[in-house]
T-cell receptor, first 115, second 114 residues
Framework: AQSVSQHNHHVILSEAASLELGCNYSYGGTVNLFWYVQYPGQHLQLLLKYFSGDPLVKGIKGFEAEFIKSKFSFNLRKPSVQWSDTAEYFC?????????????FGKGTKLSVKP | DAGITQSPRHKVTETGTPVTLRCHQT?????MYWYRQDPGHGLRLIHYSYGVKDTDKGEVSDGYSVSRSKTEDFLLTLESATSSQTSVYFC?????????????FGPGTRLLVL
C-alpha cells in the first residue's frame, strides 16, 4: 500500500532560520506530489505540487520543494521563515495505479516560528 | 478560495445518535471527498463521489455512509455515532478527479461525540 512519511512531528525555529521538512513516500511508479499548509483554525491550502518536468517546484509564499525520485522524497524548503509561517504542513501523494483522486497524506509536521 | 461550505461547523452529540454533515460547493466540480483529521494521523479519506449518485469507499469508511443527490451537495452520515468518530471532518472538491489536480478543502466541521 502507498504511504507517506513525514519524519518531523514538530519543528521549532526562530525567524529568519532556514526550513526543510522531510517527506518520503513508498511507491515505485509515477506519482503526483503535493504540499498543503493548514494555518491555525483554518482549512488546508495548497502550497505547491509536482507532477512532471523540473523537479524543483516553486510555490506560494517563498516555499519550494525538490522531487528526488531515487530517494522517493519531496522535501519542502524555505530559506528564511517568518512568524506567519507557523502552521501545520502536510505532504500528500496521488500515485498512478491507486484510486482515482485518492490523496494519501502524511501525518503532518507542526512548525512553530518564534519571533 | 474555492466555494465550499460545510455545515454545521461545530457539533456535539451523544453516542448512538445519528449525525449528518453537509458539504456544499458552488464550483460545479465533479469530484467531492470526505476526510477526517485526527492528531497523529493526518487526513484520511472516508468516502468520495465522482458524480451524482456515484460514490466509493475510502480508507476509513466503516461506520459512515454518504449520499450525493445533487452535484453541489455531498452528505456524510454517521448512522450511530461513537466516541471514536470524534474528529474534524473536511470536505474537498476537485474538478475531474485527475491525479494531477489540486483538491480544494472546505473549512471543516468539528464533531464531538460524548
Amino acid at each position: 500500500a502507498q504511504s507517506v512519511s513525514q519524519h518531523n512531528h514538530h519543528v521549532i525555529l526562530s525567524e529568519a532560520a532556514s526550513l526543510e521538512l522531510g517527506c518520503n513516500y513508498s511507491y515505485g511508479g509515477t506519482v503526483n506530489l503535493f504540499w498543503y499548509v493548514q494555518y491555525p483554525g483554518q482549512h488546508l491550502q495548497l502550497l505547491l505540487k509536482y507532477f512532471s518536468g523540473d523537479p524543483l517546484v516553486k510555490g506560494i509564499k517563498g516555499f519550494e520543494a525538490e522531487f528526488i525520485k531515487s530517494k522517493f522524497s519531496f522535501n519542502l524548503r524555505k530559506p528564511s521563515v517568518q512568524w506567519s509561517d507557523t502552521a501545520e504542513y502536510f505532504c500528500a501523494v496521488n500515485a498512478h495505479g491507486g484510486s482515482q483522486g485518492n490523496l494519501i497524506f502524511g501525518k503532518g509536521t507542526k512548525l512553530s516560528v518564534k519571533p | 478560495d474555492a466555494g465550499i461550505t460545510q455545515s454545521p461547523r461545530h457539533k456535539v452529540t451523544e453516542t448512538g445518535t445519528p449525525v449528518t454533515l453537509r458539504c456544499h460547493q458552488t464550483e460545479n466540480h465533479r469530484y467531492m471527498y470526505w476526510y477526517r483529521q485526527d492528531p497523529g494521523h493526518g487526513l484520511r479519506l472516508i468516502h468520495y463521489s465522482y458524480g451524482v449518485k456515484d460514490t466509493d469507499k475510502g480508507e476509513v469508511s466503516d461506520g459512515y455512509s454518504v449520499s450525493r443527490s445533487k452535484t453541489e451537495d455531498f452528505l456524510l452520515t454517521l448512522e450511530s455515532a461513537t466516541s471514536s468518530q470524534t474528529s474534524v471532518y473536511f470536505c474537498a472538491i476537485s474538478e475531474s478527479g485527475d491525479r494531477q489536480e489540486t483538491q480544494y478543502f472546505g473549512p471543516g466541521t468539528r464533531l464531538l461525540v460524548l
